[in-house]
């Protein structure tokens, strides 16, 4: 009987774990900042809307998500992964997601790999939280807003080179690709642009068009060109 029990008590500690790890994490979910999060969910918006009706693209829209059940939008096709989480998006659950999706839902087929910034999770998680007809969490204090201005945040690019057109750049492909897949390419500003209409085409990507994917191209070709100036990595 008590190894029934104790077994029972490992398997449900198993279940919690990564819940319990997403409070451990310290993320100031109370302190998030939907101004920051909404710069921030660039690197959401290739696979995600948030706006009210906003159509559904690779991932669902994210309209009124926090507070929300997991695989409940009407209209999209979610992974079986997804269909058997049976949780609701709590701040909690979705810190634990955006910072490690596959470790919390095993098996999903969303390709992002994560936010790792407690900070950057926090600002995405309010500004989803106030993208909803009943906004959810209080307006950050002035006091948050005043330090946020005077001490903003270097983005992460990753591995990508740090210069002009690198946050399009980031928020256009590492939704679905390490930025080093980025890095390792070699090619001409022409072949980017060939490239691009092609993850249109056979990976339904969301099409970038005029001055952003002016910006993109630029970046690409001047750090990633044929002479891949800045691979191998420095």
């Not at 209209?75 to 490690?100: C, H, I, N, Q, V």
Request: charged share 25%.
């Amino acid at each position: 009987m008590r190894r029934a029990v104790r077994a029972a008590a490992a398997a449900l500690a198993a279940a919690l774990a990564p819940f319990a790890a997403a409070a451990d994490t310290g993320a100031p979910l109370a302190a998030g900042d939907p101004a920051r999060g909404e710069k921030a969910f660039r690197k959401c918006a290739a696979c995600h809307t948030a706006e009210k009706g906003g159509r559904h693209r690779i991932g669902p829209n994210l309209w009124g998500v926090v507070g929300a059940p997991a695989a409940a939008r009407d209209g999209f096709r979610y992974s079986t992964a997804m269909k058997g989480f049976g949780e609701t998006w709590t701040p909690e659950r979705l810190d634990a997601y955006l910072a490690k999706p596959r470790a919390v839902v095993r098996g999903t087929t969303m390709a992002f790999p994560g936010l790792r910034r407690d900070r950057e999770r926090a600002d995405v998680i309010a500004f989803l939280g106030r993208m909803a007809d009943a906004p959810a969490g209080p307006a950050p204090p002035a006091a948050a807003k005043a330090e946020a201005r005077a001490a903003p945040e270097a983005e992460d690019f990753g591995v990508l080179v740090a210069a002009p057109g690198a946050s399009e750049t980031f928020a256009a492909c590492a939704a679905c690709h390490s930025e080093r897949l980025v890095a390792q390419q070699g090619m001409t500003r022409a072949q980017w642009d060939e490239l691009l209409d092609w993850m249109v085409e056979e990976h339904e990507m969301e099409p970038i068009t005029g001055g952003p994917r002016a910006t993109v191209l630029d970046y690409l070709a001047r750090h990633y060109g044929p002479d891949r100036p800045n691979f191998p990595l420095r």
